[in-house]
């Protein structure tokens, strides 16, 4: 070995220690960011904020079956005390008398800062006559129970004003004391996590905590002979613990599969250890090129990041095969001079289709193309200057088991059927043409790794517990809380009129048990003195059964009142209703939003809301409208429409980089062909076998022209305009077969994201090399 050879060695051998020793400080992510977008819209990221920072994000429903309800209520309180007491948590809420204590008297406290209708006009004689006649009327109501304690205190009412808002969304129904499904078959609790929606670490520790506390308690029933019981959880946390898992556990599993397949395959070829262990440096290499790149880059790098990179082991051990199968015979002067221009034409034809998805507007895919560019250029770069010399003069010509003397009848076989594939092409477009609007997935839901069951298990305790469809929302914001209440006051106030004209069926708001501060100095301010009550109050109990010296504590509380320190979010802590506020205020990057979740009226949920008319009514406000329905459509069009326009940039970027190469209309043509048809080919396949396409499966179909061109070359441009001897088509055999392995592999996955990029190029990839072979120039034609 020469002084030139150990140095590119030594080289090699510091880069790879420096990209591996970067992946060792690398973070992982299996988080919902890879498909989210980098530079998103003022719509786009409240969805983004709902979703990594949002306190829904930090919800889980819990549900307990089996028993009956006692035992079931039980568990319910023993399980949220439990999970207090383990800190995991900020927000408990089981339907538990004490909860409902701590709000009604939260409310009563400061029912004055709160209550929407105080204002001087409700103190004035007609006003206190007005709601003190309201309020007795009240008593004798089925509520009356329930107010007849705080009438002396609270004459005007100002309380049930208070619940009667708090009851305006739907509320669980409650059994043996605690919340339970609408059937009373399970019994319900509401959990918000202390770690962040995006802490995916933080929630698997919180969904840990339930199920160990809840196995505890049960075992303790079963010693005692109760029923057997079962815990039902749901949330966004779940769902992205158990997406994690998935990624992980399949990532693993198939670049395993897919491995031991390609080393079986390359065993067989090469007959040596040695040489398997020489052909598979410039795979591990570009994959420890790949991630450390991505990393470099992005910072983090996707768990489907590092799923799709397995299947590029089986486009990058080609360069090896191709070394190795190819140079046995001819050895390594005559391979670089002969076949080295093509494979590293094919190699630029990779990187074009690769680059183009660096300039996705989404991490994901732009991931996906540095991946695949570092991965790609890195194993042909240690193939043409690393394995020969680390190979020796020794490379073995290949047995002859593996110098396959059949290929060449077979590739002279398919020149037969050019003019039925080509009909059968033309069949694929026509049909493509006939079910365009039913090819392509209309929305987002295409890329959740989300089950059915796990779909339909949340859904049930959603309606359970009434959570609201916040599919409509009006978004205010603030550079601090104060400034984001108020504009949320002043954008309800429109959406209380909305109410009234019938155009929506109500709101919710935090503002409505955390005002500004403004608001509860001026409803403090339409306090009148107690003294100025007390003069008017004979002539508003006129006719009444009150008299004015039982409402004394009335009075008091009036002069309390007019004192009182501003309300803040610390007062909530200990309430259910701290839940609500946290749900919709939302901190994040130096300034604050309110959310306000419409809700239809009751008889319209399937035709929704008359937008273009609430936009028009909060036309004067800076509130944003935002249909998150319609923004997760925009979002997934978005996604498919820039995959469209990278697809479509990286085939013009092959199709001229060929050109400028070749320059020969004719070997362009020979190249470009076998491509052009394998695209249709597949995509009707797909769909004639039920796959619905999205954003993934179009990414496929520009990897299947980005490969695929690797072999169309081989044929287009044989030495001297020769067929292709034994060695090349075998070559090529074992290289398709690898690619095919290692991008099919991906096929089994439950992941859709990785399971369309396998159905889509591993058949693709093989349908590429028959249709390269079936339409090469008559000269080159085996």
Known sequence: MNRLARTRILIW??????????????????????FLPAHPSPEQQILIEQIQEGAVSRLLMVGIEGGDASQRARISHQLRQALKDSGAFTSLQNGEQESLTADLEFLFQHRYQLSPRVSPERFSEAGLRDAIAASIDLLGSPLGMLFKPYLDRDPTGELSTLLLQLGQGTQPATQAGVWSSRDGQRALLLAQTRARGSDTDGQEAALRTIETRFETIRQAELAQGQAD????????????????????????RLTLISSLAIILVLFYVYRSPRLLALG?????????AGIAAVSLVHGTVFGITAGFGSALIGEAVDYSTYYFVQSGRMGLDTWRQRFWPTIRLGVLTSVAGFAVLLFSGFPGLSQLGLYSLAGVVTAAMVTRYVLPDLAGPAVAQASPRTRQTWAPRAFTLLSRLRWPVLALTLAALGYLYVQRAHVWHPDLSALSTVSEAEALRDGQLRADLGAPDSRYLVVTRGRDMEQALQAAEQAGAILDRLVAEGVIGGYDSPTRFLPSQATQARRRQALPEPAEVAARLPAALAGQPLKPQRLAPFLGELAQARLAPDLTRAELSHTSLALVVDALILQRDGYWSVLLPLHPVADSQAQGLPVARIRTALAPTEALFIDMKGEFDALYDDYLTEAQHLSL???????????????????????????????PLVMASLHLLGERLHLLHLIGLLLIVAVGSNYALFFSRSHQQEAPDAETLTSLLVANLTTAIGFGTLALSSVPVLHAIGVTVGPGAILALLLAAMFAPGETRP
Not at 13 to 28: C, D, N, Y
Not at 229 to 252: C, H, N, Q
Not at 650 to 659: K, Q, R, S, T
Request: glycine share 6%; aromatic share 4%.
């Open 649 to 679: 940039l990286g085939v013009v970027a092959i199709a001229l980089l060929l050109a400028l190469s070749l320059r020969s209309a004719r070997q362009l043509l020979h190249v470009l062909l076998p491509l052009a048809m394998a695209v």
């Open 13 to 34: 051998l510091l880069l790879l220690a420096g990209a591996i020793g970067l992946i060792s400080q690398s973070r992982f992510s299996a988080d919902m960011s890879f």
């Open 229 to 252: 019981t079962r815990l039902l959880l749901s949330g966004p946390g779940r769902f992205a613990v158990e997406a994690r898992a998935t990624i992980k556990e399949e990532i693993f």
């Open 280 to 288: 598979l440096l410039p795979v591990l290499s570009g994959a420890v």
